[in-house]
């Protein structure tokens, strides 16, 4: 029988390239940072160019082969047991598209290690499908045979805050018009026009700061709804 690569349905690395430099501003005074879930090592050569150091780990031999052939720092290893032996190491993590293949509880018990990994005012950013955008509930998300559960927003935010992280910013966001197309641009257009909240954006984007443990954490408010411009 033939697998199914990780990346079928994925999109090419230019475009998650274009996705995820505007991340890159996030670490840049957060070195060294951790890529969990690293792939194929797109935010590593971003953070790499921007004079950031940083780490990835991913359970997937295809993605580590690649990023080794690229020269960048990669592990094979189980995100769980790497944060376990890495306490206040980092200044910065970052967990694009991990989380939804876990259930709660695994989930739950990621973040807890990520605040353990990071040091005290160091940053956590996730990245995760949203399960708001009709598209991705419907369709998107199921692709991936992997995925376990989505984790909707404000779901995220209570977690996040229930371990220790200070929210400082969440939204939704499309990530490039590339993945839609000029041809389908005006039909997209029409059902964003339609739909509005409900079609679109299909990630969403939350960045957290780990908090001293003896100051309660909460949600900034104020800042926990930006314009969703990532």
Same mark, same amino acid.
């Not at 769980?80 to 200044?91: E, M, V």
């Not at 966001?173 to 299909?202: D, H, T, V, W």
């Given at each position: 029988?033939?697998?199914?690569? &990780?990346?079928?349905?994925?999109?090419?690395?230019?475009? $998650?390239?274009?996705? =995820?430099?505007? !991340?890159?501003?996030?670490?840049?005074?957060?070195?060294? $940072? &951790?890529?969990?879930?690293?792939?194929?090592? $797109?935010?590593?050569?971003?953070? /790499?160019?921007?004079? *950031?150091?940083? *780490?990835?780990?991913?359970?997937?031999?295809?993605?580590?082969?690649?990023?080794? =052939?690229?020269?960048?720092? /990669?592990h094979l290893?189980?995100?769980?047991?790497?944060?376990?032996?890495?306490?206040?190491?980092?200044?910065?993590? !970052?967990?694009?598209?991990?989380?939804?293949?876990?259930?709660?509880?695994?989930?739950?018990?990621? &973040?807890?290690?990520?605040?353990?990994?990071?040091?005290?005012?160091?940053?956590?950013?996730?990245?995760?499908?949203? %399960?708001?955008?009709?598209?991705?509930?419907?369709?998107?998300?199921?692709?991936?045979?992997?995925?376990?559960?989505?984790?909707?927003?404000?779901?995220?935010?209570?977690?996040?805050?229930?371990?220790?992280?200070?929210?400082?910013?969440?939204?939704?966001f499309l990530?490039?018009?590339?993945?839609?197309?000029?041809?389908?641009?005006?039909?997209? +257009?029409?059902?964003?026009?339609? +739909?509005?909240?409900?079609?679109?954006?299909?990630? #969403?984007?939350?960045?957290?700061?780990? #908090?001293?443990? #003896?100051?309660?954490?909460? &949600?900034?408010?104020?800042?926990?709804? %930006?314009?969703?411009?990532?």
């Amino acid at each position: 029988m033939k697998s199914i690569s &990780l990346y079928e349905f994925g999109s090419s690395e230019d475009v $998650v390239r274009e996705i =995820q430099a505007r !991340f890159v501003p996030f670490f840049l005074k957060s070195a060294p $940072v &951790l890529d969990i879930g690293c792939g194929r090592g $797109v935010f590593l050569e971003l953070l /790499a160019k921007a004079g *950031v150091e940083a *780490v990835g780990i991913d359970h997937s031999e295809e993605s580590i082969a690649a990023c080794r =052939q690229k020269g960048l720092t /990669a592990h094979l290893e189980d995100a769980r047991a790497y944060l376990q032996s890495n306490a206040g190491r980092f200044g910065g993590v !970052f967990c694009s598209h991990v989380i939804e293949h876990m259930s709660y509880d695994d989930a739950m018990n990621l &973040l807890a290690l990520c605040h353990r990994a990071l040091r005290l005012g160091g940053s956590l950013l996730l990245i995760t499908p949203n %399960p708001e955008d009709l598209a991705v509930i419907a369709q998107i998300f199921w692709l991936d045979p992997t995925h376990v559960r989505p984790y909707p927003r404000e779901l995220l935010e209570a977690m996040l805050c229930a371990n220790e992280f200070r929210v400082k910013a969440s939204g939704h966001f499309l990530g490039s018009l590339r993945e839609i197309g000029l041809r389908n641009l005006p039909a997209y +257009l029409l059902r964003r026009m339609l +739909l509005g909240k409900y079609f679109g954006k299909p990630n #969403t984007l939350i960045f957290a700061e780990k #908090t001293n443990v #003896t100051s309660p954490p909460r &949600l900034e408010k104020a800042n926990s709804r %930006p314009n969703d411009n990532y």
